[in-house]
């Protein structure tokens, strides 16, 4: 065959592998034409020990240098409680301390910056306003103490989101966390409370989050909302077969009621190479995990440095993520489910690895140029990056609306 020929065969066979050129120009751009909104940041567990955002950290994910740099235009904090605070009876204390940390250490103390935003409206006012808009998440459906007074008062307090569950199941929803433990006691999914839980969150109008639920909660939760669901942190199960990831069914069946999927960059969350190689896929690995749990019960502080320990010394070199997993895990959801369907909800400092060229929160232009050279246009871009997110709480809102 002729060489140019050749070519031309090549050049057929592979239109798929084929980048767009994407200058700096272009991405700065669009980048900055976006309002970009990432659903799950833990930084606020640094900032409640006392640590001051506002200064360039040489470790962790997010500090206000970094988010400038990143272009974030809105942050969802989360209001993390640990399964610890459930077994002590200091579920909705530690919750107060962590919107506490949130209100005072990073909005009150950097008002210069972070303006917190309670609406959709509110994101787009403090975005142009050239500030980020803080908003927050709680995470772990225990901090209510089986309490719609206390739901109401996170709410009251400015949470927009409550994640049903963490990694433990709670006295009225399952976990993916701790399903195969016979230990505890399970629900098959949403018990009758559960569900008046959601009403009232659909009343009160804050999202539904359905990261770290079993599939049976999803399913449930899913049934009983009136207003599109979400995840704040969860990735494609075809992509990485971990249980905190989203099957196709539920990926299609969220897009399907409006919602929104919110990509964990996670390296385990990512690539199934990486979560194979994952210390939560390792018996042994787990026994040591639960024996630092019993061991530290009644102190939680202590128990999440002895659990950093022990990754960093038994996994610190574990393989990471690429960017590009991140990407194919947005193309798995655009295939499947559309543009209109998926964001990003980082788990900046709430996951141990990132995936390479995405090492913290300052590399986020890095996805927008990938988009670019994968041919997404401006405006998919645009919806991935906080669009699609923004449509889900104005219509979390509308329901709450119809219902008062
Ligand atoms: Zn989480």
Known sequence: MKPLVCLLLLALAVPALAQRKVTDDEVR??????????THSDTTSRTVDGWNIGERSETGHMDIPRMKEGGLGAEFF???????????????????EMIDTIRFDIVGRHPETFELALTAADIERVHKSGKIAALIGVEGGHAIENDLRILRGFYALGARYLTLTHSNTNDWADSSGDLDDPKVPHHNGLTDFGRQVIAEMNRLGMMVDIAHVSDKTFWDALAASRAPIFSSHSSCRALSDIPRNMTDEMISAVAKKGGVVQLNFGSDFLSQKVADASPLRSPAAMRKLQELEEK?????????????????????KRPRAALDDLIANVDHIVKIAGVDYVGLGSDFDGVSSLPVGLDDVSKLPNITRALLERGYSAADIRKILGGNLLRVMREVERVSREAK
């Open 78 to 96: 989360a209001a993390y409680v640990g399964a610890s605070y459930a077994k002590s009876g200091r579920a909705a204390h530690r919750a107060l």
């Open 296 to 316: 530290y019960r009644d102190q939680p502080q202590q128990l999440a440095e002895e659990r950093k320990r022990f990754f960093r010394e038994n996994y610190g």
């Open 29 to 38: 751009r669009v980048h900055q034409g976006a309002i970009v909104i990432d």
